[in-house]
């Protein structure tokens, strides 16, 4: 039998919908908490995507897409205005 797991130690993915909220409301939202996901988060990246023997352009592109897509939310105020103007 598997040992039970408590709420807290369980990954988003393996997180039921009905469990989210309790879930959620366990994290830790401190400065310290938020720097140390996403430093996790970092690590995670390098090391399947960077650090690798045999490399491709995975990776990379993935970082590539998303600045494209981060440029693009940080533009979209300008975007958004220039849309609906047809000739000037």
């Known amino acids: 039998l598997p040992a ?3 709420l807290k130690d369980t990954k988003l993915m393996d997180v039921k919908l009905g469990q989210l909220g309790s879930w959620l409301a366990m994290s830790d939202f401190t400065p310290g908490g938020i720097t140390g996901a996403l430093r996790r ?3 995670r990246y390098y090391n399947k ?3 690798v023997r045999k490399g491709g352009l995975g990776g990379f592109s ?3 897409a998303g600045y494209v897509v981060l440029s693009y939310v940080w533009s979209y105020s300008h975007v958004k ?5 047809k000739y000037h």
Do not use: P, S
Not at 81 to 85: F, Q
């Open 62 to 64: 993935m970082l590539l």
């Open 49 to 51: 995507y960077i650090n």
């Open 41 to 43: 988060g970092y690590d």
């Open 81 to 85: 205005h220039d849309r609906r103007r």
């Open 4 to 6: 039970a797991v408590l």
